[in-house]
């Protein structure tokens, strides 16, 4: 069983940045490709981004594209996703979520390890 903790959430400005992280355990991490999701209230959850297990790839929602970054450190067991320019509607609790496998997917059945989420908050 994976283990997953996400770390990074906060309240934040419009057009600010935040940076998340998501670290694995109970698994070799480059075993495991890696996305991000996120909810609110009353809506399913959405895809943000992916990375593949050895970074080689990687898949963003059109609404996050050229204004976030995933990025992962194998050596650290950690994906990272950089948020720029962050818009309101950014707000929203964000889930990482692991798979043993070596592509990327957005959607949140593919995953079968998920972490308790952390909140994101931008004000304006």
């Known amino acids: 069983q994976v283990q997953v903790l996400e770390s990074g959430g906060g309240l934040v400005q419009a057009g600010g940045s935040l940076r998340l992280s998501c670290t694995a355990s109970g698994s070799r991490f480059d075993t495991l490709r890696v996305g991000w999701f996120r909810q609110v209230p009353g809506k399913e959850r959405e895809g943000v981004a992916c990375?593949?297990?050895?970074?080689?790839?990687?898949y963003y929602a059109e609404s996050v594209k050229g204004r976030f970054t995933i990025s992962r450190d194998n050596a650290k067991s950690t994906v990272y996703l950089q948020m720029s320019s962050l818009k309101l509607e950014d707000t929203a609790v964000y889930y990482c979520a692991t798979e043993y496998s070596e592509f990327c997917s957005g959607s949140p059945s593919a995953y079968t390890s998920w972490g308790q989420g952390t909140q994101v908050t931008v004000s304006s």
């Open positions: 990375i593949s297990r050895h970074g080689t790839t990687n």
